[in-house]
């Protein structure tokens, strides 16, 4: 649960940044976003989760 807190909060932290400073449109972010969530519902998120927490393994582990 935290890994997923924190992942969901610096990703928002990069949205948040990438479209104050122009690089992506609010329309695109809020696109992304929606997808995320879809996909979150599917059966791939197990999947997603796990290589998440692979990822996170592999960055504490440095």
Do not use: D, E, H, Q
Request: glycine content about 12%; charged content about 5%; some cysteine.
């Amino acid at each position: 649960m935290a890994l997923s807190v924190s992942a969901t909060v610096l990703l928002a932290i990069i949205v948040v940044v990438l479209v104050k400073g122009g690089y992506v449109r609010v329309g695109s972010a809020l696109v992304c976003t929606l997808f995320g969530f879809t996909l979150a519902a599917t059966g791939l998120a197990p999947a997603i989760n796990t290589g998440l927490a692979a990822l996170a393994g592999l960055v504490s582990s440095l």
